[in-house]
């Protein structure tokens, strides 16, 4: 079975500017969440999606926001970027009908992005 | 707020030693805790997870316990390789999912 792939893997963008991050889940994975990872926070949930709905919300300003289609893949969006979102962002998947939380994440390799 | 703290500095260890990982946090009552190794330039892949329940569990040369009253969980890797080393992070699951910042472990041949 192929992994969590997830395009771009690198990026470079400005300050104001917006970026989309994608994520494929490993075939058959209902359950899409995000992830940013920094030196400073570590890694921090950001959202979680199943079947096409918002499940779980972290902790991170309205300008995070995501989405997910009727075959699992899912994207993240970043309007009106600031140097603090540089990071590394990750997607994991899992099967998703016992909740994200109880699940094993599987993560994709990252999106690392940086905002000058 | 909850926090979670792990190992702050890089942990050094010789090969065939075993390496003890340390996970403590507070403000918080996990249902359940895992652990993930990752490798730079890669994602966290998981490793093991252990219950409120369980004091310990084992998986080929990891072992991983749990002390809900300490608010500590412990991971072990015995007969340690250089291929272990990596930064290796804990997490608490119970009504959302907190990572802990890693601990570097490196080990030498």
């Known amino acids: 079975k192929a992994g969590v792939t997830q395009t771009p893997r690198y990026l470079i963008k400005t300050r104001g500017q917006q970026v989309t991050l994608s994520c494929s889940p490993i075939?058959?994975?209902?359950?899409v969440s995000w992830y940013q990872q920094t030196p400073g926070q570590g890694l921090q949930f950001l959202f979680e999606?199943?079947?096409?709905?918002?499940?779980n919300k972290g902790n991170f300003p309205g300008r995070f926001s995501g989405r997910q289609f009727s075959n699992s893949r899912s994207e993240m969006n970043v309007s009106t970027l600031e140097l603090g979102d540089s990071a590394l962002y990750l997607c994991?998947?899992?099967?998703?009908?016992?909740?994200?939380?109880?699940?094993?994440?599987?993560f994709g390799p990252g999106t690392r992005l940086l905002v000058l | 707020s909850q926090k979670i703290e792990q190992n702050s500095e890089a942990l050094n260890i010789q090969e065939g030693k075993t390496a003890t990982l340390t996970c403590n946090y507070t403000?918080?009552?996990?249902?359940?805790l895992q652990w993930y190794r990752q490798d730079p330039g890669r994602g966290p892949v998981f490793l093991l997870l252990?219950?409120?329940?369980?004091k310990e569990k084992r998986k080929e040369r990891l072992k991983v316990t749990f002390d809900t009253t300490l608010k500590q969980s412990l991971f072990h890797i015995t007969a340690s390789q250089p291929a272990d080393s990596a930064t290796y992070l804990c997490?608490?699951?119970?009504?959302?999912?907190?990572f802990g910042t890693g601990t570097l472990l490196a080990v030498q041949p």
């Open positions: 075939s058959g994975h209902r359950s």
């Open positions: 999606y199943f079947s096409e709905t918002q499940r």
């Open positions: 252990i219950r409120e329940n369980e």
């Open positions: 994991a998947s899992s099967g998703g009908g016992t909740g994200l939380l109880q699940e094993t994440q599987y």
């Open positions: 403000n918080y009552s996990p249902a359940y």
């Open positions: 997490a608490l699951v119970g009504n959302k999912l907190i």
